[in-house]
């Protein structure tokens, strides 16, 4: 196993378990981790997440980018020209439109395939995006203070004032 710093843990629709770490991605397999190679000769990525998208490719998200399994090694994959190498915090399709959460941006691949920007933080804040999700059918993301609603390509605030906090919100 890559690290014992595990942040997240996924199985995909083939029944696969997959744990990310903080050094880097590892299948479970016959009672052992197995990790695989990145075709760019990318060593130890910091894993944000894993997603299997509508059309069963399986993306590891990571500190330099999102890579899809290929059987036996993770391919670097290009989703919006400008971020290839920034570290991907987590990737949504909802309703045919495909959501990338990025430190500091948040953008869109319209029905239409054009890449729309969503969002940037504050510039020197410390106010990064932090989760991206679904619930109930609505797309959230989470800052150090506050959450976000994300409706027609636009932010909006769950909490009329930001929070005096210091810790990132998930949900």
Not at 25 to 34: C, D, E, L, W, Y
Not at 55 to 80: A, N, Q
Not at 82 to 105: I, S, W
Not at 153 to 167: S, V
Request: glycine share 6%; net charge positive.
């Amino acid at each position: 196993m890559p690290s014992l710093n595990i942040g997240k843990i996924f199985q995909d629709s083939k029944g696969r378990l997959w744990i990310g770490t903080s050094t880097g991605a590892a299948q479970f397999k016959k009672n052992r981790f197995v990790t695989y190679p990145f075709n760019d000769d990318f060593q130890n990525p910091y894993v944000f997440g894993f997603t299997e998208t509508k059309d069963k490719r399986l993306w590891v998200l990571t500190s330099r980018g999102v890579y899809e399994f290929k059987d036996h090694f993770w391919e670097k994959i290009f989703l919006c020209k400008g971020y290839e190498n920034t570290a991907c915090r987590n990737v949504v399709e909802k309703d045919g439109e495909l959501f990338d959460c990025y430190p500091h941006d948040i953008v869109c691949r319209n029905k239409d395939g054009i890449w729309l920007h969503i969002a940037t933080s504050k510039p020197n804040s410390l106010s990064i995006f932090n989760v991206l999700g679904i619930h109930e059918n609505r797309l959230f993301v989470s800052t150090i203070n506050n959450i976000f609603e994300i409706r027609d390509h636009k932010l909006f605030p769950l909490f009329r004032k930001n929070l005096p906090t210091k810790n990132y919100f998930s949900f």
